[in-house]
Each structure stands twice: as C-alpha cells, then as structure tokens.
C-alpha cells in the first residue's frame, strides 16, 4: 500500500513537470510555415546559400508599424516599392512601376504600374493591392505613418496597373518617400486594419521568407515569381546575436559568411589581418552630434555654444574613440549628398584659442569656469558611447575654461529627457528615413518639427528656408537654400555635428557582390559565391 | 496529522501572496523609474500629439491606481497584456517565445552543476584530507567566483575558435529546427526522431550548459562534501562497517543522507539561475527569456516586464512547491 502510494506521489508530480514543459510549448501560437530543410539538402546546397550575421533584430515585419533599420533592410529585400534606389547610387528609378508622371504642379502623381507583379506565392499584385496597403499604413499610424500621413492627401487606383497619388502640398523628395517601407505593397494576407508583426507573406521583392524564428534566424529564399533578375544565391539565412563579441567569433569560426551591422572598431582592426576574411568599407549616412539647449542656462548664450563648438576636436575623436572607422564632420548633412557644406569648419577643430576668446567674451575665465552637464546614453549607441563622452569632456576642459559635468541615462529616460527639454548637451545620432537633404534639416532645425530635441530652438528665417527648400523642384534653387540654412546653423549653434559614420561588411573572401551606399541597405540578391 | 494533499494544498495557497507582493512591487517599480516606454519606442520623428494619443491607447495617462487595478484585474483572468513596443504582440505569445530556450538551458546547466558538484564533492569527501580533497574545495571556490560572461567567453575561444568543436552561439544551425511540440529543441528532436536537429541543439547546448553548470557546481561541490563527512561518521555508517558492509553500499546509504540538504539547495538554485540566465544567454546570443527581460527593462516595456516577472514566480513557485514535495517524500523525519 505504502509503495503504491509512493508510486502515485511520483506519478504527480512527473504530471506537474510535464505539464509545465508542454505549455511552454502549447501556449504558443502556431510558428510560421516551416519548409522542412533535411541536413544534407542543407549541405549539398551550401554553396547557394549565404549566412549573414547580425546584431540588430528584426521588431515587426510589417511595414506599418517597423521603423528600424534593419527592419527595413529586410523589407527592402521582400519587397518593393513603386520607385527605388538604384543599387550602390543615391538615384532613384521606377521598380514596380514602370513610368510615372507628374500633374498640377507637383501636386498630382501618376504611377503605370509593371503587369508581370506577383507577390511570392504567385498572386498578382495590382494598382489596388498598391492603395490598400499605403491606406492600411494611413489607417494603422503607426511609428512610420508620418511618412505618408505628412505629404499624401489621397492615394487612389485609377485602373488594375495605374495608381494616383494628390499630395497636401507639391513636396520635391516625393519619390524618395516612395521608396520607404511604408508605400511598400503588402500581400493581402496582412490584416486589415491592425499592426500584423510576425506576418511572413512580403510583398512583392526579390526573396520571400521561408522562415522566422524570432531572435533567432531569418530564411529567405529566392522569390519565384518575382518579376526582375533572379537572385544570385538561392537562399539567405540571417542570424541574430546578441552582441558584436559574439558575431566576431562567429564570422571568425566560419558560422557565418558575412559578419554586418554593428562590429566594434577594435573587432574590425583585428579582423582586417585575418587571412581568410576581407574586410568591406563605403561611406553612410549615418551622423552623431550634440544637442544644445538653447533654452537653458548658459547654453542659451550664443558666444557659450560657438565657444563649445570651437573645443570640439572631430579628427581627434574620430581616432581616438573609432579607429579611424568615421569621418569628421562639419554639417547636418552628410558629405557626398548634394546641399552638403561643412560650414562647422569655421571654428575649427579643437580650437582652444578661439574657444577661450569667445568664452572670455562671455564672461568667463580660469576663474569664473563655465559649468557644463554633458549627457550620454550606456545602451543605445553601442561600447563606443562611453568613450566618446570622455574624449568630449577632455576636449572641452583642455581649455581650461570649461568644466564638464557626465551624466548619463538609460535609452528610454533618455528620449524622456531629451523630449522635456531637461539637458544641456546631448549626444544623439540619426539614420536617415530618406536620402535628401530635407531628412538632414527639417527634423533638426525646423520650429515645431524639432520637438523631439527639445533643445527650443527656433528661427523664422530658418523656417522660412527649409519650406522653400521642400517646396520646389528645382535642384540649383533648393541646393541654395540649404547652403544658407546650414550658415544659419553654424551660426546659432543648436546642434554641433561630430561624426559621420563608414559601413563595413566583414565577409568571406570567396563572396563578392556586396554593393554599400548611402542608403545603408544591403542588397542580398546581389551576393554570390566567386566559383 | 495532515495528509500530504493538505499539505500540498497550503502550500500551493502561500504562492499567491508571493506573487501578488512581486507583481505589486514590479508594477511600481517600474512607473516610479524615469523613463517613458512610448518615447523610447517609436521614431524620433513622430509628433507630441501622435504620442499622447499611444499613451492613452496603452492606459498610460490614467491615474496610477486605476492603472494598477486594471492590471490586476487583467492578471487575475489570466490576461498578461499586450506588449506595448514592437507590434504589440501578446505578452504571453513574447514569453512562449522565449521561454522554452530558458528553460532547456536551465535543465541542462542545472543538471550539469548538480552531476558535477555530486562528483566533485563526493571523490573530496571520501578522500578527505587529501590533496584532492584540497585541489577539490579550491574547484568550489573558484567556479562559484567565476564570471560568466569571462568564463563564457574563454570556453568560446578554446573550443569553438582554437579547436573548433562546438558553436558559440544560437540554439541550432539555421533550418534544423525541429517541429514545434514542446519548445524545447532536445526533446522535439527526439519526439519526432530528428537526430540531426538533436545533435544540432545538443552542440549548442554544450558550452552555454557547461558555463552555467560550473559556475553553478561550486555551491554544490562544498555542500555534497561537507554533508558527506558529516553523515560518513554517523554512528549508522560505523555500524554498517562493523557489520562489513560492502564500501559501494555504504557510500550508497551516505550519499542518498547526504543528497537531501542538496534538493533544498536545488530549489534555492532555481530561483536564481535567472541571474545566471541573463549573462549566460547574452554570452551565448541564447534567445531566451533573460535577455528577453533585460531588453524589455531598457525600452521601460512594462507589460512584458510585469508579465515575464509574474510568469517567473509562478514558475520558481511551482517548482519551489515540487522541491518540497520531493523533499518530504525522500526524508522520511518530514511529517506534515
């Protein structure tokens, strides 16, 4: 009786441990449709298949609501929008439409849609999956929505293969917004009218998804129905890692092929003597600088901000902090776009001597420092932040004048702060959303579209420019008004541009076609295996 | 005297306080931090008015305890709330998610420190004094102060880099997956005979299991010797000897003694793998619920925090409450 009783004690408690470890598993909704890999399909195969690693994560595949970078790579590889940048340019050209034409003065847009669009599972793509997706996104508002919301007025399909577009007002860089996630059309599969993050379907690309493990893998296979070139290798795995320590072992070990986004300067340096890796570099449009607080005391004193914008040694930093893995950089807008003008250059780098005169101008000596609070986040901008908030603080105090207060704050408090307008010098950086100027000056300096700086800055002429600059067609004529918006910027000083940043690709040395610009998307269709 | 049911029952009764104090205490922990979970979300770019009107979809402009009432009402129907960043996807689906990676890590690294803790502080106890013995209590010292993500990153170099035997990161080579029954790789593998996804998932296993199974075998190491000597010169293991005895069935009867402070430990280790969990999934890019938890934590995600922390004790409860059970059904001195 006693054993059978023991017997039954163990029967329970084996059923407890067993229903633990099933609903671990059958709580959760059904995975994405899996297309079974046996091994050695795997291995016969390898040759056609890529392994890139990555540190980034993929937040939700549905271009209504995803607003990160790498996100958006992958989007730009599944699917498509009506124009696009033409690979390893800043050009835009027609993609899923073939020609398009432009109405009452840069109000109306007119897109002929290609006949051969099928989304991956061969159902056709037309001018009304084309509305329904960018009214979805309208619908939605999610984070990216802004894109549409701002500049589109109404967006209809005049037949199957023609889709019009009224604009609020005539904006130059329309066909650069078109080529962004949010006017990419989506398989009918993505609900309506409700942020779908694991929906697998794509759109109309080059690769469709096979699989998704969130935070764990990414398959994409060549999409069959796709109307261009094919692909060059059949099949990308992506593979997500927590850190860059990690990933450099990974690409070290042969786990990956391509070892992408985010590598540290110091992996980078070390993988450049490895035999059997090359290491990739191209320009990006990715830029850090300081947010000054024109609002607060004693930022808010001109001389105090040409004075911090003359210490500030860029060269130094881009060494010191990066490995030479940066440029300096004089200006919101980043060297090799049109409108650039490194209008910081002025001060100089470095420049105690004039720091100390404007300072001394304002009042302050060896005796009367200037106190400063200098902010940096630990979590958003990788193992090279700290370091960079350092450099800065030596910078300013070499001039013995200037006394730097670090203070630093989580990424989420952070945003906080920064939107209350809470601190006097921040260190920010900015991915652009689309290659113009227009991303490089309005979010920054524009009253109202600034907001999210929180630095208080604002200056009618300024405004006055920027909207000109947005409203007309004319490259020469906008080329002018940025030039004179970036002197207003040098001048007031509300933000001081430091670095802009390189990409790197670290790769298999037997994998060629990896083609970076500035756009900062990496085209996987056009990779492939050297035979 | 109370059954074993009765017990059980009262037992699994003082879980609910528990977990209402931590979930009470998470919930205001969380909003008393700076730190707005919209802000660090969305854009840059998106406007003050677009953000308040999130803050108010998501609950966030009522008054604190409306909030909290809410919550509970929510957790009490067995509801965790929908993750307010990236898609908003269910929590519970976040946690199914992740949770399963955890929990095979947490298996293996446990049973790992247990197996060799067991070992270790057997071989020192019956060969006490010496230099074993010695080099053994040095083991303990030594794994219980390593740092994980150091030591990780040192059996990374020696045996995924230099020799090249094992992965260094993820749970399986990419399209091996096995098909979804339980979550947990191993056991899929086997339940769908997938034996080159189970060696797959058992590679990977291997260095992160090994890192958390160290660093957790000190404790055990010290606790297996010193309660072996102890039983060892019980006047219960002379008699045996006096009576010549087998030494294997002896050292059987004093391990099986000496086994049963080692469960309440293993019921206190459980508990705090979490802790161990996060650096260990971070070294190894292991998807699991630790690195699930600290990323939430930085975006101030406050559902998914509330959600995998109420998760967690009801968990670490559950298994404290089988521990128990256990205990009581190997010491035959515990009465209810």
């Not at chain 1, 409700?194 to 109309?204: F, K, L, R, Y």
């Not at chain 1, 927590?242 to 070290?252: F, G, H, N, S, Y």
């Not at chain 2, 998501?58 to 990236?86: C, E, H, T």
């Not at chain 2, 000190?218 to 000897?241: C, E, K, M, P």
Request: charged share 20%; proline share 5%; with cysteine.
């Amino acid at each position: 009786m006693k054993l059978k009783d023991g017997i039954l004690k163990v029967l329970l408690l084996a059923a407890i441990i067993a229903i633990v470890v099933a609903a671990s598993g059958c709580a959760q909704k059904e995975a994405p449709a899996e297309t079974a890999t046996p091994a050695e399909t795997v291995e016969t195969e390898a040759a056609k298949e890529i392994v890139i690693g990555v540190t980034d994560k993929v937040t939700d595949l549905d271009p209504s609501n995803a607003y990160d970078f790498y996100t958006w790579e992958v989007m730009n590889n599944v699917m498509g929008g009506l124009m696009r940048y033409k690979p390893g340019t800043t050009e835009i050209e027609p993609y899923l439409a073939e020609s398009y034409e432009v109405q009452d003065n840069g109000k109306v847009y007119i897109f002929k849609l290609r006949k051969d669009l099928k989304f991956a599972d061969g159902t056709p793509c037309t001018a009304q999956d084309v509305v329904r997706s960018i009214k979805r996104v309208m619908e939605i508002n999610g984070d990216p929505a802004w894109l549409v919301t701002d500049f589109v007025e109404d967006v209809e399909a005049v037949d199957d293969y023609t889709v019009k577009f009224t604009l609020k007002t005539p904006v130059s860089y329309f066909l650069a917004l078109l080529a962004t996630p949010p006017y990419f059309p989506v398989h009918p599969a993505y609900k309506a009218n409700e942020i779908d993050p694991d929906q697998t379907a794509g759109g109309v690309g080059p690769y469709r998804i096979v699989k998704w493990v969130r935070d764990q893998e990414l398959i994409l296979e060549a999409n069959p129905y796709f109307f261009g070139e094919k692909p060059k290798t059949e099949r990308i795995i992506v593979r997500f890692y927590q850190d860059a320590t990690t990933l450099r072992l990974a690409v070290e070990r042969g786990d990956v092929d391509i070892a992408w986004r985010t590598l540290t300067p110091v992996d980078l340096e070390s993988l450049k003597q490895n035999p059997k890796l090359k290491v990739i570099e191209a320009p990006g449009a990715y830029i850090r600088y300081i947010v000054v607080n024109v609002a607060m005391e004693p930022t808010n004193e001109k001389l105090v901000r040409k004075a911090i914008a003359a210490a500030v040694d860029r060269n130094d930093i881009a060494q010191r902090v990066y490995m030479g893995t940066v440029e300096p950089l004089y200006t919101l807008i980043p060297m090799g776009m049109w409108g650039h003008k490194s209008v910081f250059d002025k001060y100089g780098d470095g420049n105690i001597e004039l720091a100390k005169e404007l300072l001394a101008q304002a009042g302050y000596d060896e005796n009367n420092k200037l106190k400063v609070e200098l902010w940096w986040t630990p979590t958003h901008y990788g193992d090279t932040e700290k370091d960079l908030a350092q450099v800065l603080k030596e910078q300013l105090e070499a001039t013995g004048v200037i006394e730097v207060e670090l203070k630093s704050a989580e990424w989420s408090t952070y945003v906080d702060y920064l939107r209350k307008g809470a601190m006097m010098l921040s260190l920010l950086g900015w991915y652009p959303d689309y290659l113009d100027p227009d991303d490089y000056t309005t979010p920054f300096l524009k009253s109202g579209s600034n907001k999210w700086l929180g630095n208080g800055y604002s200056n009618p002429e300024m405004d006055e420019l920027l909207d000109k600059a947005a409203a007309s067609t004319d490259i020469n004529e906008r080329t002018k008004y940025y030039e004179q918006a970036q002197d207003i910027l040098a001048e007031d000083v509300p933000i001081i541009p430091l670095i802009q940043g390189k990409l790197y690709v670290v790769a298999n040395k037997d994998i060629s076609g990896i083609t970076l610009d500035p756009t900062m998307i990496f085209r996987y269709w056009l990779l492939e295996w050297e035979t | 005297m109370p059954s074993l049911k009765t017990y059980i029952i009262t037992r699994a009764l003082t879980v609910l306080p528990t977990v209402l104090i931590l979930l009470t205490v998470v919930f205001f922990i969380l909003r008393v931090l700076p730190g707005d979970p919209i802000a660090a979300m969305v854009g840059q770019k998106v406007p003050p008015e677009v953000l308040e009107k999130m803050r108010e979809e998501a609950g966030l402009n009522k008054p604190l305890i409306v909030q909290y009432v809410d919550y509970l009402s929510s957790v009490f129907r067995g509801d965790l709330g929908k993750s307010m960043i990236w898609g908003k996807r269910p929590v519970i689906d976040e946690i199914m998610d992740r949770f399963p990676a955890t929990l095979e890590l947490t298996i293996f690294g446990f049973a790992l420190s247990v197996l060799i803790g067991l070992i270790t502080g057997s071989i020192a106890a019956f060969r006490r004094g010496s230099a074993i013995d010695t080099s053994m209590r040095i083991y303990s010292i030594v794994a219980y102060t390593l740092f994980i993500p150091w030591f990780g990153m040192l059996l990374q170099m020696v045996f995924g880099i230099y020799l090249g035997m094992f992965p260094i990161g993820g749970r399986i080579d990419p399209g091996l997956e096995p098909a979804r029954i339980t979550g947990l790789y191993v056991v899929d593998s086997l339940l769908t005979l997938n034996f080159d996804s189970l060696s797959s998932a058992l590679l990977h296993l291997f260095l992160p299991s090994l890192t958390l199974g160290i660093v957790l075998s000190g404790a055990y190491t010290r606790l297996v010797r010193n309660n072996l000597i102890d039983v060892l010169s019980q006047d219960f293991i002379l008699a045996y000897r006096a009576r010549g005895i087998r030494s294997s069935k002896i050292a059987f009867h004093a391990m099986k003694n000496a086994f049963i402070p080692v469960i309440t430990l293993m019921g206190l280790q459980f508990a705090i793998l979490l802790a161990g969990a996060v650096l260990t999934e971070t070294t190894f890019s292991w998807p699991g619920m630790g690195t699930f938890l600290l990323e939430r934590i930085q975006y101030r995600d406050y559902t998914s925090v509330q959600g995998a922390i109420v998760f967690y004790a009801l968990f670490v409860a559950l298994i404290s409450l089988i521990v128990d059970v256990i205990y009581a059904l190997v010491d035959p001195r515990i009465r209810y």
